[in-house]
């Protein structure tokens, strides 16, 4: 039953066409007419596909591929700096490096420098004190001979002192200037 | 009764002197779709997309991957891309719109109101004349007037080989009558396109149509799976076609030594 249906449709839709070709949709005549091509519909469908198309491409594709393109930019410059970065990263660790193993090597002259310094110091320093000891050792050997002497001619003074403390107990009389040179020049005749 | 669709599309109403055809609304139905999602798409364009920007942009991407792959380069891909972009997203939406539920249902007087856009030979060919004159233009651009033409015209290698003796000529002859041969190529794809386009998709429609009428529950659903894998195919195959063309066209011939 259904399949007769079918065959009819088929009728039907060959009248239909024909019928809508009378309309004016598809003017009959020709193949091209046969196959529903017609001038006026084909010129409404070129300017709505030309509609559609500016739709698509300026609404939806260029917005998105515009953006897509500047993030894609971006990755590629980020990428980029990334590589800059890390060869700069290598280049300073290198550098660090260079620079600390230059710095060892420095750090080592001059500690050897130092260590030599400081032995030429600590000799040098010795040979000092040790003069500076001698001079002092000198200095106390003088100022003894000194304090020597100086005690040695107090002693005499003294001495002499007491002596003539003594005279002057013996002979009973106090002894001045006038005294002392006539003593002296009386003991000096004396000796005469 | 089962109405089986007329190879032209039906008339549905007039504006003025202009018939409009049931394919033709549904053109305009594509066209109020690809408006609305331009519409959101440009008011929420983000540099971090959302997830309605992020699904269009995973779709363009995997695109411009196949694209990629038969123009050999980003930036010619780039440079048709509105043609073929612009073709591949139209004829996706309008052949999956036909399986609408409506169409091939809903009547305004003795028509029906939606058909599939690319069921009319008109649309097909409109669009299968701007893929090839596109091409065409892509190549004058690429290549210069003369190269393009003497693809197709070999005059200047007729005149080339008048120096080099009777073998250059002979082969220069043929060579002529191949240029004939690929004018009429040309104009083949222009018929190819069309009608591969048109056949496919009208063939569908008729088919779900028929199965619908015997039918009306479950068994036009595999069907109608079917025809969502030939919209998807049919667009594909449309789109490559243009690309390839396109590329051959604007890529210089090999010169011979």
Do not use: C
């Not at chain 2, 990629?68 to 972009?85: A, E, H, L, S």
């Not at chain 2, 082969?171 to 386009?197: F, P």
């Amino acid at each position: 039953m259904n399949f007769i249906d079918v065959a009819l449709a088929s009728e039907a839709a060959t009248e239909e066409a024909t019928l809508t070709s009378e309309e004016g949709a598809a003017p009959a005549g020709g193949p091209l007419a046969n196959l529903g091509i017609n001038g006026t519909l084909l010129v409404a469908q070129f300017i709505n596909f030309a509609l559609v198309g500016a739709i698509v491409w300026f609404l939806i594709l260029k917005p998105l591929t515009s953006k897509m393109a500047e993030r894609q930019k971006m990755i590629d410059d980020s990428i980029d700096n990334a590589k800059k970065i890390q060869e700069n990263l290598a280049r300073s660790e290198k550098e660090y490096q260079s620079r600390i193993d230059q710095a060892k090597v420095d750090a080592n002259k001059i500690m050897e420098k130092t260590t030599l310094a400081a032995a030429a110091a600590t000799e040098e320093a010795k040979v000092l004190a040790r003069k500076e000891i001698e001079q002092l050792v000198l200095q106390a050997r003088k100022s003894i001979v000194n304090e020597k002497d100086i005690m040695s001619a107090e002693l005499k003074k003294e001495t002499a002192n007491f002596i003539i403390l003594a005279l002057e107990k013996v002979i009973g009389e106090k002894f001045d200037s006038t005294k002392d040179k006539a003593f002296i020049e009386d003991i000096l005749q004396k000796l005469k | 009764m089962i109405h089986i669709p007329t190879l032209a599309p039906e008339v549905v109403f007039h504006i003025g002197q202009l018939p409009v055809t049931n394919t033709m609304v549904n053109v305009w139905l594509a066209m109020v779709i690809f408006l609305v999602i331009g519409i959101i798409i440009k008011a929420k364009l983000s540099f971090r997309p959302g997830k309605f920007q992020n699904f269009f942009e995973y779709i363009l991407e995997l695109l411009m991957g196949y694209f990629d792959q038969v123009t050999g380069d980003r930036k010619k891909t780039m440079r048709f891309m509105p043609i073929v972009g612009s073709v591949f997203f139209f004829i996706l939406l309008s052949n999956w719109l036909g399986l609408l539920p409506g169409t091939g249902s809903i009547k305004i007087g003795h028509a029906f109101l939606l058909r599939p856009a690319n069921s009319d030979l008109n649309l097909t060919v409109v669009m299968a004349l701007v893929a090839v004159i596109s091409s065409h233009l892509f190549g004058l651009a690429s290549v210069g007037i003369f190269t393009h033409l003497n693809k197709f015209i070999q005059i200047g290698t007729f005149i080339k080989s008048l120096r080099k003796g009777p073998v250059a000529i002979l082969t220069a002859i043929i060579e002529l009558g191949v240029g004939l041969i690929e004018i009429i190529s040309e104009m083949a794809k222009v018929l190819s396109l069309s009608l591969r386009l048109f056949g496919n998709i009208f063939a569908g429609e008729v088919l779900i149509s028929v199965i619908s009428g015997l039918v009306s529950v479950f068994v036009p659903a595999p069907f109608m799976m079917l025809e969502l894998l030939v919209g998807l195919i049919q667009a594909s195959v449309f789109t490559m076609l243009t690309l390839v063309y396109m590329t051959v066209l604007s890529t210089a011939p090999h010169e011979e030594h």
